[in-house]
């Protein structure tokens, strides 16, 4: 996942039925800062009052990290449902680590655009849509780029921030680069990291967190980066001035996940709590708060927002769509590789 959880984070939210004696209980492992506030008004506490289910809310450690807790483990990992990505959906299924859903413990699956599901999986029930957008500051770049080749021009040098290897991005970008240059999205990666190791001399730095990203631009030290496309809306929301484009020369989508570890102890209420989130009227506010896409296509939600997001099929063919199977298979080599030849190239 793109946005790394708070390294020490756990919140309990309580609503009415919930907090009576012996109430069920459910543990939900997702992420921090904005993300954490928008779900706890527009999914947690509707889920709360309707159900009488107690939500604790965990937002300790990244989408990789939880994975990793959660092959520790043994399915075990201690929360019930976990936000992350098709990629670790994909890999959780395959491993036998996390349930396989259907029809009739989320029959809201049903309500999915089939093509967008299927790419996470029968172990991920996609709740959100966004994609690696070009963002840059509108005051200090005045005219609006088109291409990721902005964040190479002279002017912008010191003015870039990069994520590291931990953020699903990096491995996005060197992708996105790739087929700019001439290679491919798997096996022909070598112009993505070269042309890389030329973005590493115009960065500041790397971190792994989205939220820790953001601070730079907002503060203006870094005039451009790539960022998921709902947090770069959230801040043009917020009265920075910034915007974001998905590059001409195309850019890989963000598919992200509820999954519930074979292990969970609260298995009903998680599966309650999925098809929830997979609602109509929580998939709307889910898209107006966060200000993401969605996989469901019967929503409705201001031309507006869906202009920007990923909303239809059709939306998600114009990006550049790798096999995320094979590119987790790949992840460990290309994180060696970006160590070597990005980071490194950036000292």
């Not at 990290?65 to 990992?77: F, L, N, S, V």
């Not at 966004?130 to 040098?157: G, V």
């Not at 203006?220 to 915007?243: E, H, I, K, T």
Request: glycine share 8%.
């Amino acid at each position: 996942m793109p946005i790394t959880k708070r390294l020490f984070a756990s919140v309990v939210f309580t609503a009415g039925a919930a907090s009576v004696a012996h109430a069920e209980q459910l543990v939900v492992n997702s992420y921090g800062g904005p993300y954490e506030q928008i779900i706890m008004e527009r999914i947690i506490e509707p889920f709360q009052k309707m159900t009488g289910i107690s939500v604790v809310y965990d937002s300790v450690g990244s989408a990789s990290q939880d994975y990793a807790k959660i092959k520790a483990t043994r399915g075990r990992p201690g929360f019930d449902v976990v936000v992350m990505t098709a990629s670790q959906s994909l890999d959780g299924c395959r491993e036998g680590l996390l349930e396989k859903f259907s029809a009739k413990t989320v029959p809201n699956l049903v309500k999915l655009n089939p093509a967008i599901n299927r790419i996470a999986g029968e172990c991920g029930a996609v709740h959100e849509l966004q994609y690696m957008s070009l963002m840059w500051r509108t005051d200090k770049i005045k005219s609006a780029p088109t291409s990721w080749s902005l964040l190479f021009q002279p002017e912008l040098k010191g003015k870039v921030i990069l994520p590291t290897f931990q953020n699903i991005m990096a491995a996005n970008l060197v992708q996105a680069l790739s087929v700019m240059n001439g290679g491919d999205l798997l096996e022909n990666v070598a112009p993505g990291f070269t042309a890389m190791g030329k973005l590493a001399k115009q960065t500041v730095g790397f971190e792994q967190s989205s939220a820790v990203m953001e601070t730079y631009i907002k503060d203006g030290q870094v005039w451009a980066m790539p960022f998921w496309n709902g947090r770069a809306q959230l801040l043009m929301d917020s009265g920075l001035p910034v915007d974001y484009t998905r590059p001409k020369e195309g850019t890989i989508p963000l598919i992200a996940t509820l999954n519930v570890p074979t292990g969970a102890e609260n298995k009903a209420a998680a599966m309650k709590f999925v098809d929830f989130f997979l609602e109509k009227s929580s998939q709307e506010a889910w898209v107006t708060g966060y200000k993401v896409g969605s996989a469901r296509p019967d929503i409705e939600v201001p031309d507006s927002v869906r202009a920007r997001q990923i909303t239809t099929e059709e939306d998600l063919k114009k990006l550049l769509l790798p096999d995320l199977s094979i590119t987790a298979t790949k992840l460990p080599e290309w994180g060696d590789r970006w160590e070597r030849d990005v980071v490194h190239a950036a000292n």
